[in-house]
């Protein structure tokens, strides 16, 4: 049971003149009111828990105009307005509303309407109806006809423009829009979009994404691997979000090999210590995915072994061991074990020591296999 349902069972208890004085008495005890009349008030707490008490009193003007006055998009107020479309998206969320009836039309009027944050409110609906699969991607295509060109960014962001015009620069509030279209699947050029979005944001859409495709949600694509070579142009916080991003998808095995190789030969040297560390992570797993071979990243690991960074040596060491264990280790990574094997001779402690005598041990084993 969602918002939508709330507002239905509030109404067919209390009447509608009722429930909407009882929202408008103010936030202060709301759901004491209506929880008086055994009115199932879960859903306005969690409404409260992401949402904001004047997003209600709009929500039900916009839900008065649909559901019990009927009137067409362009005969209401401007809140009335918004408020059908925060109503649309929390019903299409809460899987309480379909697609169909007088949706389809409003949605299309509030792409058309003059207003700004109308028309971003009906691009919020659009979206919480194609997230929550209530329409396929080809029934809403007609509805774009004559959409303001404003919204043209968002739509392409989707997957459901094939253009953005140029002298648009500053759209606001693009991220859920990215990040549908990337885990959907859709791979338009994404610097245009990048480009309108601060670090903050980028953050958010690398995290949101990494999360996804991390969880098996997406898969890696042309277009995330474009969104993460962009990122690595980025600010140190983005960039250290993009290649966690690239690492989600190395972890499945997802990345093709060229892009993984690429990408490790342009960073294993980075000036970043974090993305030292985190290129290491995706030559071990590249290993480990069967991706990689041990000629795709031997220089990048003999280059680590003289680094003063011991996450990043242990990472090497972790990576021959794995190597080692798959039975892919030979001749030709001798220069790797000796290098291992120098660097220890010239540190002192009893780890070293462990270091050398395996190392000497790994030396001994591919002498005899000459």
Excluded: C
Excluded at 118 to 131: D, E, Y
Excluded at 278 to 287: K, P, Q, R, Y
């Amino acid at each position: 049971m969602g918002i939508v349902k709330f507002f239905l069972q509030a109404v067919e208890t209390l009447g509608f003149e009722q429930t909407g004085a009882l929202i408008n008495l103010g936030k202060k005890g709301i759901i004491q009111r209506f929880d008086s009349h055994g009115i199932n008030t879960l859903p306005l707490k969690r409404f409260f828990d992401s949402g904001d008490y004047d997003g209600l009193k709009m929500m039900f003007a916009g839900f008065e105009a649909v559901e019990f006055l009927r009137v067409p998009l362009h005969q209401m107020n401007r809140t009335q307005k918004i408020g059908t479309f925060m109503f649309l998206a929390a019903g299409f969320e809460d899987g309480d509303i379909s697609w169909g009836g007088v949706v389809p039309q409003l949605i299309a009027d509030g792409l058309k309407d003059e207003d700004g944050d109308v028309r971003l409110w009906a691009l919020k609906s659009l979206l919480a109806a194609l997230s929550a699969r209530k329409v396929d991607v080809v029934k809403v295509l007609p509805i774009l006809k004559g959409a303001h060109k404003d919204t043209l960014p968002y739509l392409y962001a989707m997957g459901l423009a094939h253009d953005m015009p140029r002298d648009i620069r500053d759209a606001k509030h693009l991220v859920p829009f990215i990040v549908y279209g990337l885990v959907s699947g859709v791979k338009p050029d994404m610097k245009p979009l990048w480009d309108m979005l601060s670090a903050d944001e980028k953050v958010e859409v690398l995290k949101y994404v990494g999360m996804a495709v991390d969880s098996g949600t997406a898969r890696f694509h042309d277009g995330i691997a474009q969104v993460v070579n962009l990122a690595m142009n980025g600010e140190e916080e983005v960039r250290r979000w993009g290649i966690r991003l690239l690492a989600a998808g190395v972890f499945h095995g997802d990345v093709p090999r060229d892009t993984l190789v690429s990408f490790i030969e342009k960073h294993y040297n980075d000036e970043d210590p974090f993305i030292r560390v985190w290129t290491a992570n995706l030559v071990f797993h590249g290993i480990r995915t069967g991706v990689l071979a041990p000629d795709d990243v031997r220089k990048a690991l003999i280059s680590w072994v003289s680094s003063s960074d011991m996450e990043l040596f242990e990472k090497v060491l972790d990576t021959v061991n794995l190597i080692m264990t798959t039975g892919k280790l030979t001749v030709a990574d001798r220069p790797l074990i000796e290098a291992i094997k120098n660097r220890a001779s010239e540190e002192s402690g009893e780890y070293w020591q462990s270091v050398n005598k395996a190392a000497s041990d790994v030396l001994s084993v591919l002498d005899r296999e000459v």
